[in-house]
């Protein structure tokens, strides 16, 4: 079946630093996918999204492109915030009769000022 | 506007004991999901309704688990006969999707989760 692979954290940045969150899917057809951010004592909210292939999502500096070659959707930011500071989760879903998210495991980001 | 709602926040109950947890979607939206955060698990999907119908129930991780959905709006998940490893964070999700058939999915918009806790 179809699942989403992340890189384990939890990962440690200081702020400014260059920040990439790897993330790989295994996906039947071709699937829109999506970063989704729990900030501490929140709810999950969507970051950014691709819905096909080469489609870049950017959202408050962070940036993922949906490269099928690769199948990968890797977050990136060049200069992270310690307002940063959250849980990210990669996910996939498609569309018609179902539409449900498969997430990641959540990627843990610390940013120390 | 409002967004999704979840109660109650937190719930303690006795292993065997039956819980109930609720959420109230975005007004308008079709589209209910469930889904279920642990530790050693994730995020799971547990159950989608299209208006009152629950096309995709794959996600129920035993026949302890219902839910329901009444008059296309307020969702009720039900785990009977509770055990230690149902204790996780249960989410709702929800978005517009008009058809069931949209080639593209929609963006869903969390809640903020209910926190079961079985001793």
């Known amino acids: 079946g179809d699942s989403v692979t992340q890189m384990e954290g939890p990962v440690t940045l200081s702020e400014e630093a260059f920040l990439t969150i790897n993330c790989t899917y295994t996906?039947?057809?071709?699937?829109?996918l999506f970063w989704y951010v729990q900030y501490p004592g929140e709810g999950l909210q969507l970051l950014l999204k691709?819905?096909?292939?080469?489609d870049k999502g950017s959202n408050k500096g962070f940036e993922a492109t949906y490269r099928k070659e690769t199948t990968s959707f890797h977050l990136e930011k060049g200069s992270v915030q310690v307002s940063d500071s959250a849980v990210y989760f990669c996910?996939?879903?498609?569309?018609?009769?179902?539409?449900?998210?498969?997430f990641g495991k959540g990627t843990k980001l610390s940013v120390k000022p | 506007g409002a967004g999704v709602s979840q109660s109650p926040s937190n719930k303690v109950t006795e292993k065997g004991k039956d819980v109930e947890l609720r959420c109230d979607p975005i007004?308008?939206?079709?589209?209910l999901y469930w889904y279920r955060q642990s530790l050693g698990q994730g995020l799971e999907f547990l159950i989608y309704?299209?208006?009152?119908?629950?096309?995709?129930k794959s996600g129920l991780p035993s026949d302890r688990f219902s839910a329901e959905r009444t008059g296309g709006s307020v969702s009720t998940l039900t785990i009977q006969r509770t055990q230690q490893e149902d204790s996780a964070v249960y989410l709702c999700?929800?978005?517009?999707?008009?058809?069931?058939?949209?080639?593209?999915?929609?963006?869903?918009?969390f809640g903020p989760g209910t926190r079961l806790t079985v001793l």
């Open positions: 999700a929800s978005s517009p999707r008009l058809t069931s058939t949209s080639s593209l999915p929609d963006t869903q918009y």
């Open positions: 996906a039947t057809g071709y699937p829109s």
């Open positions: 691709a819905t096909k292939a080469d």
């Open positions: 996910a996939l879903s498609h569309g018609g009769s179902q539409g449900n998210l498969i």
């Open positions: 007004s308008g939206h079709t589209a």
């Open positions: 309704f299209q208006g009152n119908s629950a096309p995709d």
